[in-house]
């Protein structure tokens, strides 16, 4: 019986587009069935207290230092765009 994944995920999101092909083959080679759900995360953050991206600092935004957010988008198959 294939496992079903409820994927919450921002269409803004960094994280998302950096993602979303490894989760893709992972989800695909094991046989799961992905439920994609686009939310809006400025409400929650609204009530949650949360900042979203572009209102927290670089550290925080990303938890990396510039060069560990270049080495994961280099990792995950996307190319240096500056």
Do not use: C
């Given at each position: 019986?294939?496992?079903?994944?409820?994927?919450?995920?921002?269409?803004?999101?960094?994280w998302t587009y950096l993602g979303?092909?490894?989760?893709?083959?992972?989800?695909?080679r094991n046989g799961a069935i992905v439920n994609i759900k686009p939310c809006k995360f400025g409400p929650i953050?609204?009530?949650?207290?949360?900042?979203?991206l572009p209102k927290r600092s670089p550290a925080a935004a990303t938890g990396l230092?510039?060069?560990?957010?270049?080495?994961?988008?280099?990792?995950?198959?996307h190319s240096d765009q500056s």
């Open positions: 019986m294939p496992v079903t994944i409820d994927y919450y995920m921002s269409l803004t999101s960094p979303s092909a490894a989760f893709a083959e992972i989800a695909g953050f609204e009530q949650t207290g949360g900042l979203p230092s510039d060069d560990g957010v270049e080495a994961l988008a280099r990792g995950a198959g």
